[in-house]
């Protein structure tokens, strides 16, 4: 079964850092592209970053210079480091891997972790 779970989020001033966590299992890990979106109730999912099997980052312009992505193969996590933290950063944050043909890979989503950016 793939399951995916996400923690590391919490409450911080705007300017403040985070870092979360993903973690994976029921998939050959060091194979798949992992994917962070993040949502805010009445929106749709919006997708945040990802990175590649080899270790390559992608982030959506709003957060570029400010997130960055890590991969850990052995222990099947893969970290949303974010710096700079402004207030329109406030969403429930979920992980998931990418399907080969974009898009999230599994229907069944992690319970996500709750970020809030006060100003």
């Known amino acids: 079964q793939v399951t995916f779970v996400e923690s590391g989020g919490g409450l911080v001033q705007a300017g403040g850092s985070l870092r979360l966590r993903c973690e994976v299992s029921g998939l050959i890990f060091n194979l798949i592209t992992v994917d962070w979106y993040r949502q805010i109730p009445g929106s749709q999912r919006e997708w945040v970053a990802g990175?590649?099997?080899?270790?390559?980052?992608e982030f959506v312009d709003s957060v570029k210079g400010r997130f960055a992505i890590f991969r850990d193969n052995a222990k099947e996590t893969a970290d949303l480091q974010m710096n700079d933290l402004e207030p329109v950063d406030t969403a429930v944050y979920y992980c998931n891997a990418r399907h080969p043909r974009g898009g999230p890979l599994s229907n069944l989503w992690g319970p996500g972790t709750q970020v809030a950016v006060a100003s």
């Open positions: 990175i590649t099997d080899g270790g390559s980052g």
